[in-house]
Structure formats: structure tokens, C-alpha cells
């Protein structure tokens, strides 16, 4: 039986969804009244002009049930088995929506909470395609995928904290603080839920480099089939560093840059920058 893998937009895939063949399905972003749907009709730039025009940061929603079951149905015409993640449940109610949707098809699809966000998410999507391709069974792909969840490390730095102090994750004083002084934490999800793990201070160029060497330290043994260097519109200069520095201190097979989403980058601001890969 083929299986399909799908993923909520979170997973900040792009092209590689395709590429991988991965169904996608789209998370609402609503600028004032208006809706629209995450890599499809919208942009980070859209994000930027948004917040920069209205000072407040975008609503972003999940599909409804209905949303879901349509979605699930039409993805059956290319496989006869689904596997589709999702967000970490505690960032968003789109799993527990998905679940739901799921049970009116029969075990035919599977629901998986990522417990990651952006291409933390992602690396499990792609894991899960290279499974499917070496031709394992849905029950092993599955229970494969979540012996790995707690293995992603998915991390990254914002530049500013605008947009987490917006969005209520800092206080006033903490945004202050830390764009006068230039404070940049590392935001890091644990058990599904995000939190801060260090500080770093200084040039962001400087912060990603200490940042790339903690990884290395903090992870010397990691599966070295990919990893993602996951931007949120970041400077070129800031990207091209951070993957010269990821391949001076790791042996990936691959390197994959990739750019956050509406959703994501709604929350983050521009000019974040994460390195993502999953540990031994």
C-alpha cells in the first residue's frame, strides 16, 4: 500500500515539499480582516509591512475540521494510507483538530504532533519521506518517527524581541533590555513547549557563531543525513556565514537553507536564525 506524508505549513519545507513529494496543508494567517493562507497567498514580507503599519503582529488560526477532512480526502487520491503532522500541540490546536478529522477515515490516516515547530517539524516530515521511499510499512514509520520526536533539536536567535514582546512571549523591559544591550537568546522547544536556553550578547554574526559551537558541543553525536538552516528573512551575509560555520563543525550530507513562513515568521520577526538537525 503507498503512503502519502503530509504536513501542516509549519514545517517550512517549500520547495523541498515538494521536491519530496509532501502534501501541504496551509495554516490561516489574518492581517485585520482579511485571511490568508500560509505559503500560498502570503508572505513574510506581507508580515514585515503589517506589523510595521498596524504595530500589532497577525492572528494566525488552524483549519477546522471540515477544513481538514477535505484535506485528508483529497491527498487519498495519492496514496492509500496518510501520514500528517502537525505543529507541536502546545504552539497550536491544529493537531488536536487534525486528530479529530482523522477518525472519520478509518485507520487510513495517522496524526502525528510533531512537538517541534518550522524545520524541527520539517526534519521529521523528510525523515518520514525517506522512510516511505526505502518501502517500510505505515506502523514503522510511525513508531520510527516518534522514537526521534525528542531527538530534533530545534532551535533558533532572533535578532530583536519586538515581535516575541508583541506576541506576549517577553515583557516590555526584557524587549527593552535586550535590543539596548544586544541580548540574543537562544529559543529552544523542549518537551514540545519553547523556552529560553542561553544568552548570547553582541553582533548577531558573532552570537550565530557561539551559537553554532554550543550546538557542537551540546550534540556530538547526531544523524548526519540533513540539516535545515531555517531563516526568517535573515541577512544573506548572516545565512551564508551560518552555513559555512555548520559544515567547519559538522559533517552533514546535507546543508538545507530554508525560509520561515507566514505563521512562523509572524511570531519571530525578521532576521531569525536557526540551525536544526536531530541528535543521537
Known amino acids: 500500500m503507498s503512503i502519502r506524508i503530509t504536513s501542516d505549513s509549519t514545517c517550512d519545507l517549500g520547495e523541498y515539499a515538494k521536491q519530496r513529494d509532501i502534501g501541504i496543508m496551509p495554516l490561516q494567517v489574518n492581517l485585520d480582516a482579511k485571511s490568508y493562507f500560509d505559503g500560498v497567498d502570503i508572505t513574510p514580507q506581507d508580515i514585515f509591512d503589517f506589523v510595521a503599519k498596524t504595530k500589532i503582529l497577525p492572528k494566525t488560526s488552524a483549519p477546522s475540521i471540515t477544513d481538514y477532512e477535505e484535506f485528508f480526502k483529497s491527498q487519498l487520491a495519492f496514496g492509500d494510507e496518510i501520514l500528517h503532522f502537525n505543529i507541536s500541540s502546545k504552539s497550536s490546536v491544529s493537531h488536536n483538530v487534525a486528530k479529530q478529522a482523522a477518525e472519520g477515515f478509518g485507520g487510513k490516516v495517522r496524526v502525528i504532533d510533531s512537538m517541534a515547530l518550522s524545520s524541527g517539524q520539517g526534519l521529521l516530515v523528510m525523515k518520514a519521506a525517506d522512510l516511505r521511499d526505502k518501502g517500510m510499512k505505515l506502523d514503522d514509520i510511525e ?138
Open 143 to 280: 513508531e520510527a518517527i516518534n522514537a526521534l520526536r525528542a531527538k530534533v533539536n530545534t532551535s533558533f536567535i532572533p535578532d530583536r524581541l519586538d515581535y516575541l514582546y508583541k506576541g506576549g512571549r517577553c515583557s516590555r523591559m526584557e524587549m527593552y533590555g535586550a535590543n539596548l544591550l544586544k541580548i540574543h537568546p537562544m529559543i529552544a522547544m523542549d518537551d514540545g513547549a519553547l523556552s529560553v536556553k542561553k544568552k548570547y550578547r553582541g553582533k548577531m554574526s558573532v552570537c550565530i557563531r557561539n551559537y553554532i559551537e554550543y550546538l557542537k558541543e551540546l550534540y556530538p553525536e547526531y544523524d548526519k543525513t540533513r540539516c535545515f538552516v531555517t531563516h526568517s528573512s535573515a541577512d544573506e551575509e548572516l545565512v551564508e556565514e551560518a552555513k559555512r560555520l555548520v559544515k567547519e563543525n559538522f559533517e552533514f550530507d546535507e546543508v538545507l537553507e530554508t525560509v520561515a513562513g507566514a505563521v512562523v515568521t509572524g511570531h519571530c520577526g525578521r532576521n531569525t536564525l536557526g540551525v536544526l538537525f536531530i541528535a543521537e
